[in-house]
């Protein structure tokens, strides 16, 4: 292992004596293992995380939206249903009572429950799944709709700004550092031509339509738990950009990374689709937990988000092949632009239905009213 894991996790007040430390998880930005402890014959595991401050610049501020969000959703259903409050993420202190502890190297980490007896998916199979983890996110919104507290801090400012993602893809490409520019026409050709798509929502948002609120930003369908057996929604985790932004953009991600059976990085397109009835279930579960408090721009751009955010991705990953690969973690030559054509891929399967998804969005809030 590339850490001293074993030294780093003695530093939290974990339950029981380490037993075993390895690698777990396949997070693009992160380093995470699994630590598993003993005590009177019993297991009980962590999850242990090297927090990436390139990308993170503040993981105090990072680790107090995250105590405030977990503390007030465990707080919210120990009322309601403690047994679901004891199976949610929660932040391990360190021995000092920090949430986060900071190696000599400089490095940030904290640890988390391990949640037992729960599962994710990278893509979705059947459609009871797709629902129920649409419902998760749209019930993670409604849980903190009523965070106290102000704000959150923004843990990666812009995050989805589509317009500024599309200015440093604009830099990257007149720098060109990798002279990669040349194998990508196509690539860029259809950046170019969908770049109109960038401010709609944000011209919605400064017109007051569409509102701030508490979100996910990051809501891979893989970023969901159900539980193992039942297969119902246990909680949501990875929430290291749980911040200030749009209900949308936690929808749109669900589109990206659940309608289609391929892989984020298939490099088989004709794998790539946007599945009409997986792209049902995802609004029908969302709109369970949501329809009682999203306005109606939200509603309306329900279908155009799932584009948006397949095309901010696609224009993230294509900057950072074009940029050399310095963002997200590579397992191979390319890789980033195969993930970036999938994308692309799937922008076009979604333009090629989005009259049928609107019609589809609009019947479904309708049946709710
Ligand atoms: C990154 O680390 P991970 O896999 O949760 C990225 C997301 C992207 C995603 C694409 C902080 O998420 O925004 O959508 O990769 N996270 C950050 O797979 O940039
Ligand atoms: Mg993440």
Same mark, same amino acid.
């Given at each position: 292992?590339?850490?001293d894991?074993?030294s780093i996790?003695?530093?939290f007040?974990?339950?029981?004596l380490?037993?075993?430390a390895?690698p777990?998880g ?5 380093d995470?293992?699994s ?9 009980? #595991?962590?999850?242990?995380? #090297? ?5 993170f610049?503040?993981?105090?501020a990072m680790?107090e ?10 707080r ?10 004891? %199976?949610?993420l ?8 920090d949430?986060?502890?900071?190696d ?14 729960? =599962?994710?998916?990278d ?13 998760m996110f ?15 801090h ?5 995050f ?9 893809f604009?830099? =990257?490409l %007149?720098?060109?550092p990798?002279?990669?520019v ?6 860029i ?6 770049a109109?798509?960038?401010?709609v929502?944000?011209n919605?948002?400064?017109k ?8 996910h ?11 193992a057996?039942?297969?119902k ?9 749980v911040?200030?932004?749009l209900s ?5 991600d669900?589109?990206r ?9 298939? %490099?088989?397109l004709s794998?790539?689709?946007? #599945? ?6 995802l ?11 999203l306005?109606?721009?939200?509603k309306?751009y ?10 901010e ?11 050399g690969?310095?963002y ?7 890789h980033?632009?195969? #993930?970036? %054509?999938?994308q692309?891929?799937l ?8 009259d049928a998804?609107?019609a ?10």
């Amino acid at each position: 292992m590339e850490h001293d894991v074993e030294s780093i996790a003695a530093n939290f007040t974990l339950d029981g004596l380490l037993t075993k430390a390895e690698p777990f998880g396949g997070g693009h930005i992160n380093d995470t293992y699994s630590l598993t402890c003993q005590k009177d014959g019993r297991a009980k #595991r962590y999850v242990l995380q #090297r927090i990436n401050h390139e990308v993170f610049k503040n993981p105090p501020a990072m680790m107090e939206n995250i105590r405030r969000v977990t503390e007030h959703i465990r707080r919210k259903l120990q009322g309601t249903d403690a047994e679901l409050a004891a %199976r949610q993420l929660e932040v391990i202190q360190t021995a000092g009572g920090d949430d986060w502890f900071k190696d000599p190297h400089g490095n940030y980490w904290r640890v988390y429950n391990r949640i037992e007896n729960a =599962v994710t998916y990278d893509t979705l199979e059947s459609l009871e799944l797709a629902h129920e983890a649409a419902r998760m996110f749209g019930w993670f919104q409604r849980m903190l709709t009523d965070l106290p507290g102000g704000p959150l801090h923004e843990t990666i400012v812009d995050f989805h700004t589509t317009p500024k993602r599309l200015e440093t893809f604009g830099q =990257v490409l %007149r720098h060109d550092p990798c002279n990669r520019v040349k194998d990508v026409k196509a690539e860029i050709d259809f950046v170019l031509e969908n770049a109109h798509i960038c401010d709609v929502l944000l011209n919605c948002a400064s017109k007051g339509e569409i509102p701030i609120r508490v979100t996910h930003n990051d809501t891979k369908i893989n970023n969901v738990m159900l539980d193992a057996e039942t297969h119902k929604g246990v909680c949501v985790i990875d929430l290291d950009t749980v911040m200030p932004g749009l209900s949308l953009y936690d929808f749109g991600d669900m589109v990206r990374t659940a309608t289609s059976p391929a892989d984020e990085d298939e %490099r088989d397109l004709s794998k790539v689709t946007m #599945r009409m009835p997986m792209f049902e279930m995802l609004v029908k579960g969302f709109a369970a937990e949501t329809h009682t408090f999203l306005t109606a721009a939200e509603k309306k751009y329900l279908a155009f988000s799932g584009k948006l955010i397949t095309f901010e991705q696609m224009i993230r990953f294509l900057g950072d092949h074009l940029a050399g690969d310095t963002y997200y973690k590579i397992h191979r030559i390319g890789h980033n632009l195969d #993930r970036a %054509r999938t994308q692309m891929e799937l922008v076009r399967s979604i333009i090629a239905q989005e009259d049928a998804a609107n019609a589809l969005v609009d019947s479904v809030f309708a049946e709710l009213s």
